[in-house]
């Protein structure tokens, strides 16, 4: 399975701690305030507000913080503006990084991401440079334990997913499926009884880098200055690590 997979399942389980001192709660009410000043105050009628309110929920942000962001991106309270952007590089080993942003200080947040990429023997590169390598898919991670491969792919398949990656390494199913379908999908899986551990709009890479040793404790150390900077919202990238590796690190 490849890196953006695992990777997602670990910010997950960390997601506990980011929340208990603020720092989750921070980038995603930089994405509430975002998607309303985008989209609108009206989750009905604004898929990207809705998915940023269904990440409150699950780090038990209280309803009126989430309120106030709504507000907030719609001018109705007073607020920062932020801008999203999308910054691209190589990791050790030419790994390709693909780095969201949501700042109100470009030049403040593409330093900091420098810094970052230099620290841990990588490079920012320049706008387009890894892009190519990524396509943009929702993806729902589902625990294999108790769960029948061929019924998983015939409700998956029901649902409108395009697929079920099974890497027998990997200790959960990946679900796959256009990002205009992610909402219908993850719903009803868990609709249907179906075991949700990880879910998210990521950019997946066509092709992957095997890291291990020090290579991959660089890789995942660099993954997660990037997850640590308050600007930074995803970081998706094309390495694959061992569970093993994964979890020493985890």
């Not at 932020?82 to 330093?111: I, S």
């Amino acid at each position: 399975m490849s890196g953006h997979n695992k990777w997602s399942t670990i910010k997950h389980k960390k997601g506990k701690a980011d929340a208990q001192r603020g720092k989750a709660f921070t980038k995603i009410t930089r994405e509430i305030i975002t998607s309303a000043r985008i989209g609108g105050g009206d989750p009905g009628g604004n898929a990207r507000l809705r998915a940023a309110i269904l990440a409150a929920k699950a780090v038990n942000m209280p309803n009126d913080t989430v309120s106030r962001a709504i507000k907030k991106g719609t001018g109705e309270l007073e607020g920062v503006s932020y801008e999203e952007y999308m910054y691209e590089g190589y990791g050790p080993h030419g790994v390709a990084v693909l780095v969201k942003v949501l700042t109100d200080n470009k030049n403040r947040t593409v330093a900091d991401i420098r810094h970052i990429f230099t620290k841990y023997n990588g490079n920012l590169g320049e706008t387009g440079c890894v892009n190519w390598m990524f396509s943009k898919k929702g993806t729902v991670s589902v625990p294999k334990e108790g769960v029948d491969e061929e019924k998983l792919i015939e409700i998956a398949l029901e649902l409108g997913a395009d697929d079920v990656a099974n890497d027998p390494e990997s200790h959960e199913y990946e679900v796959r499926c256009e990002p205009e379908s992610f909402e219908n999908v993850r719903k009803g899986l868990e609709e249907r009884g179906v075991k949700v551990s990880a879910s998210d709009v990521a950019m997946v890479p066509q092709t992957t880098v095997h890291l291990e040793g020090k290579g991959a404790e660089t890789m995942l150390k660099m993954m997660n200055a990037l997850e640590e900077s308050d600007d930074v919202q995803n970081v998706w990238a094309n390495f694959d690590i061992s569970d093993e590796d994964m979890e020493a690190f985890g």
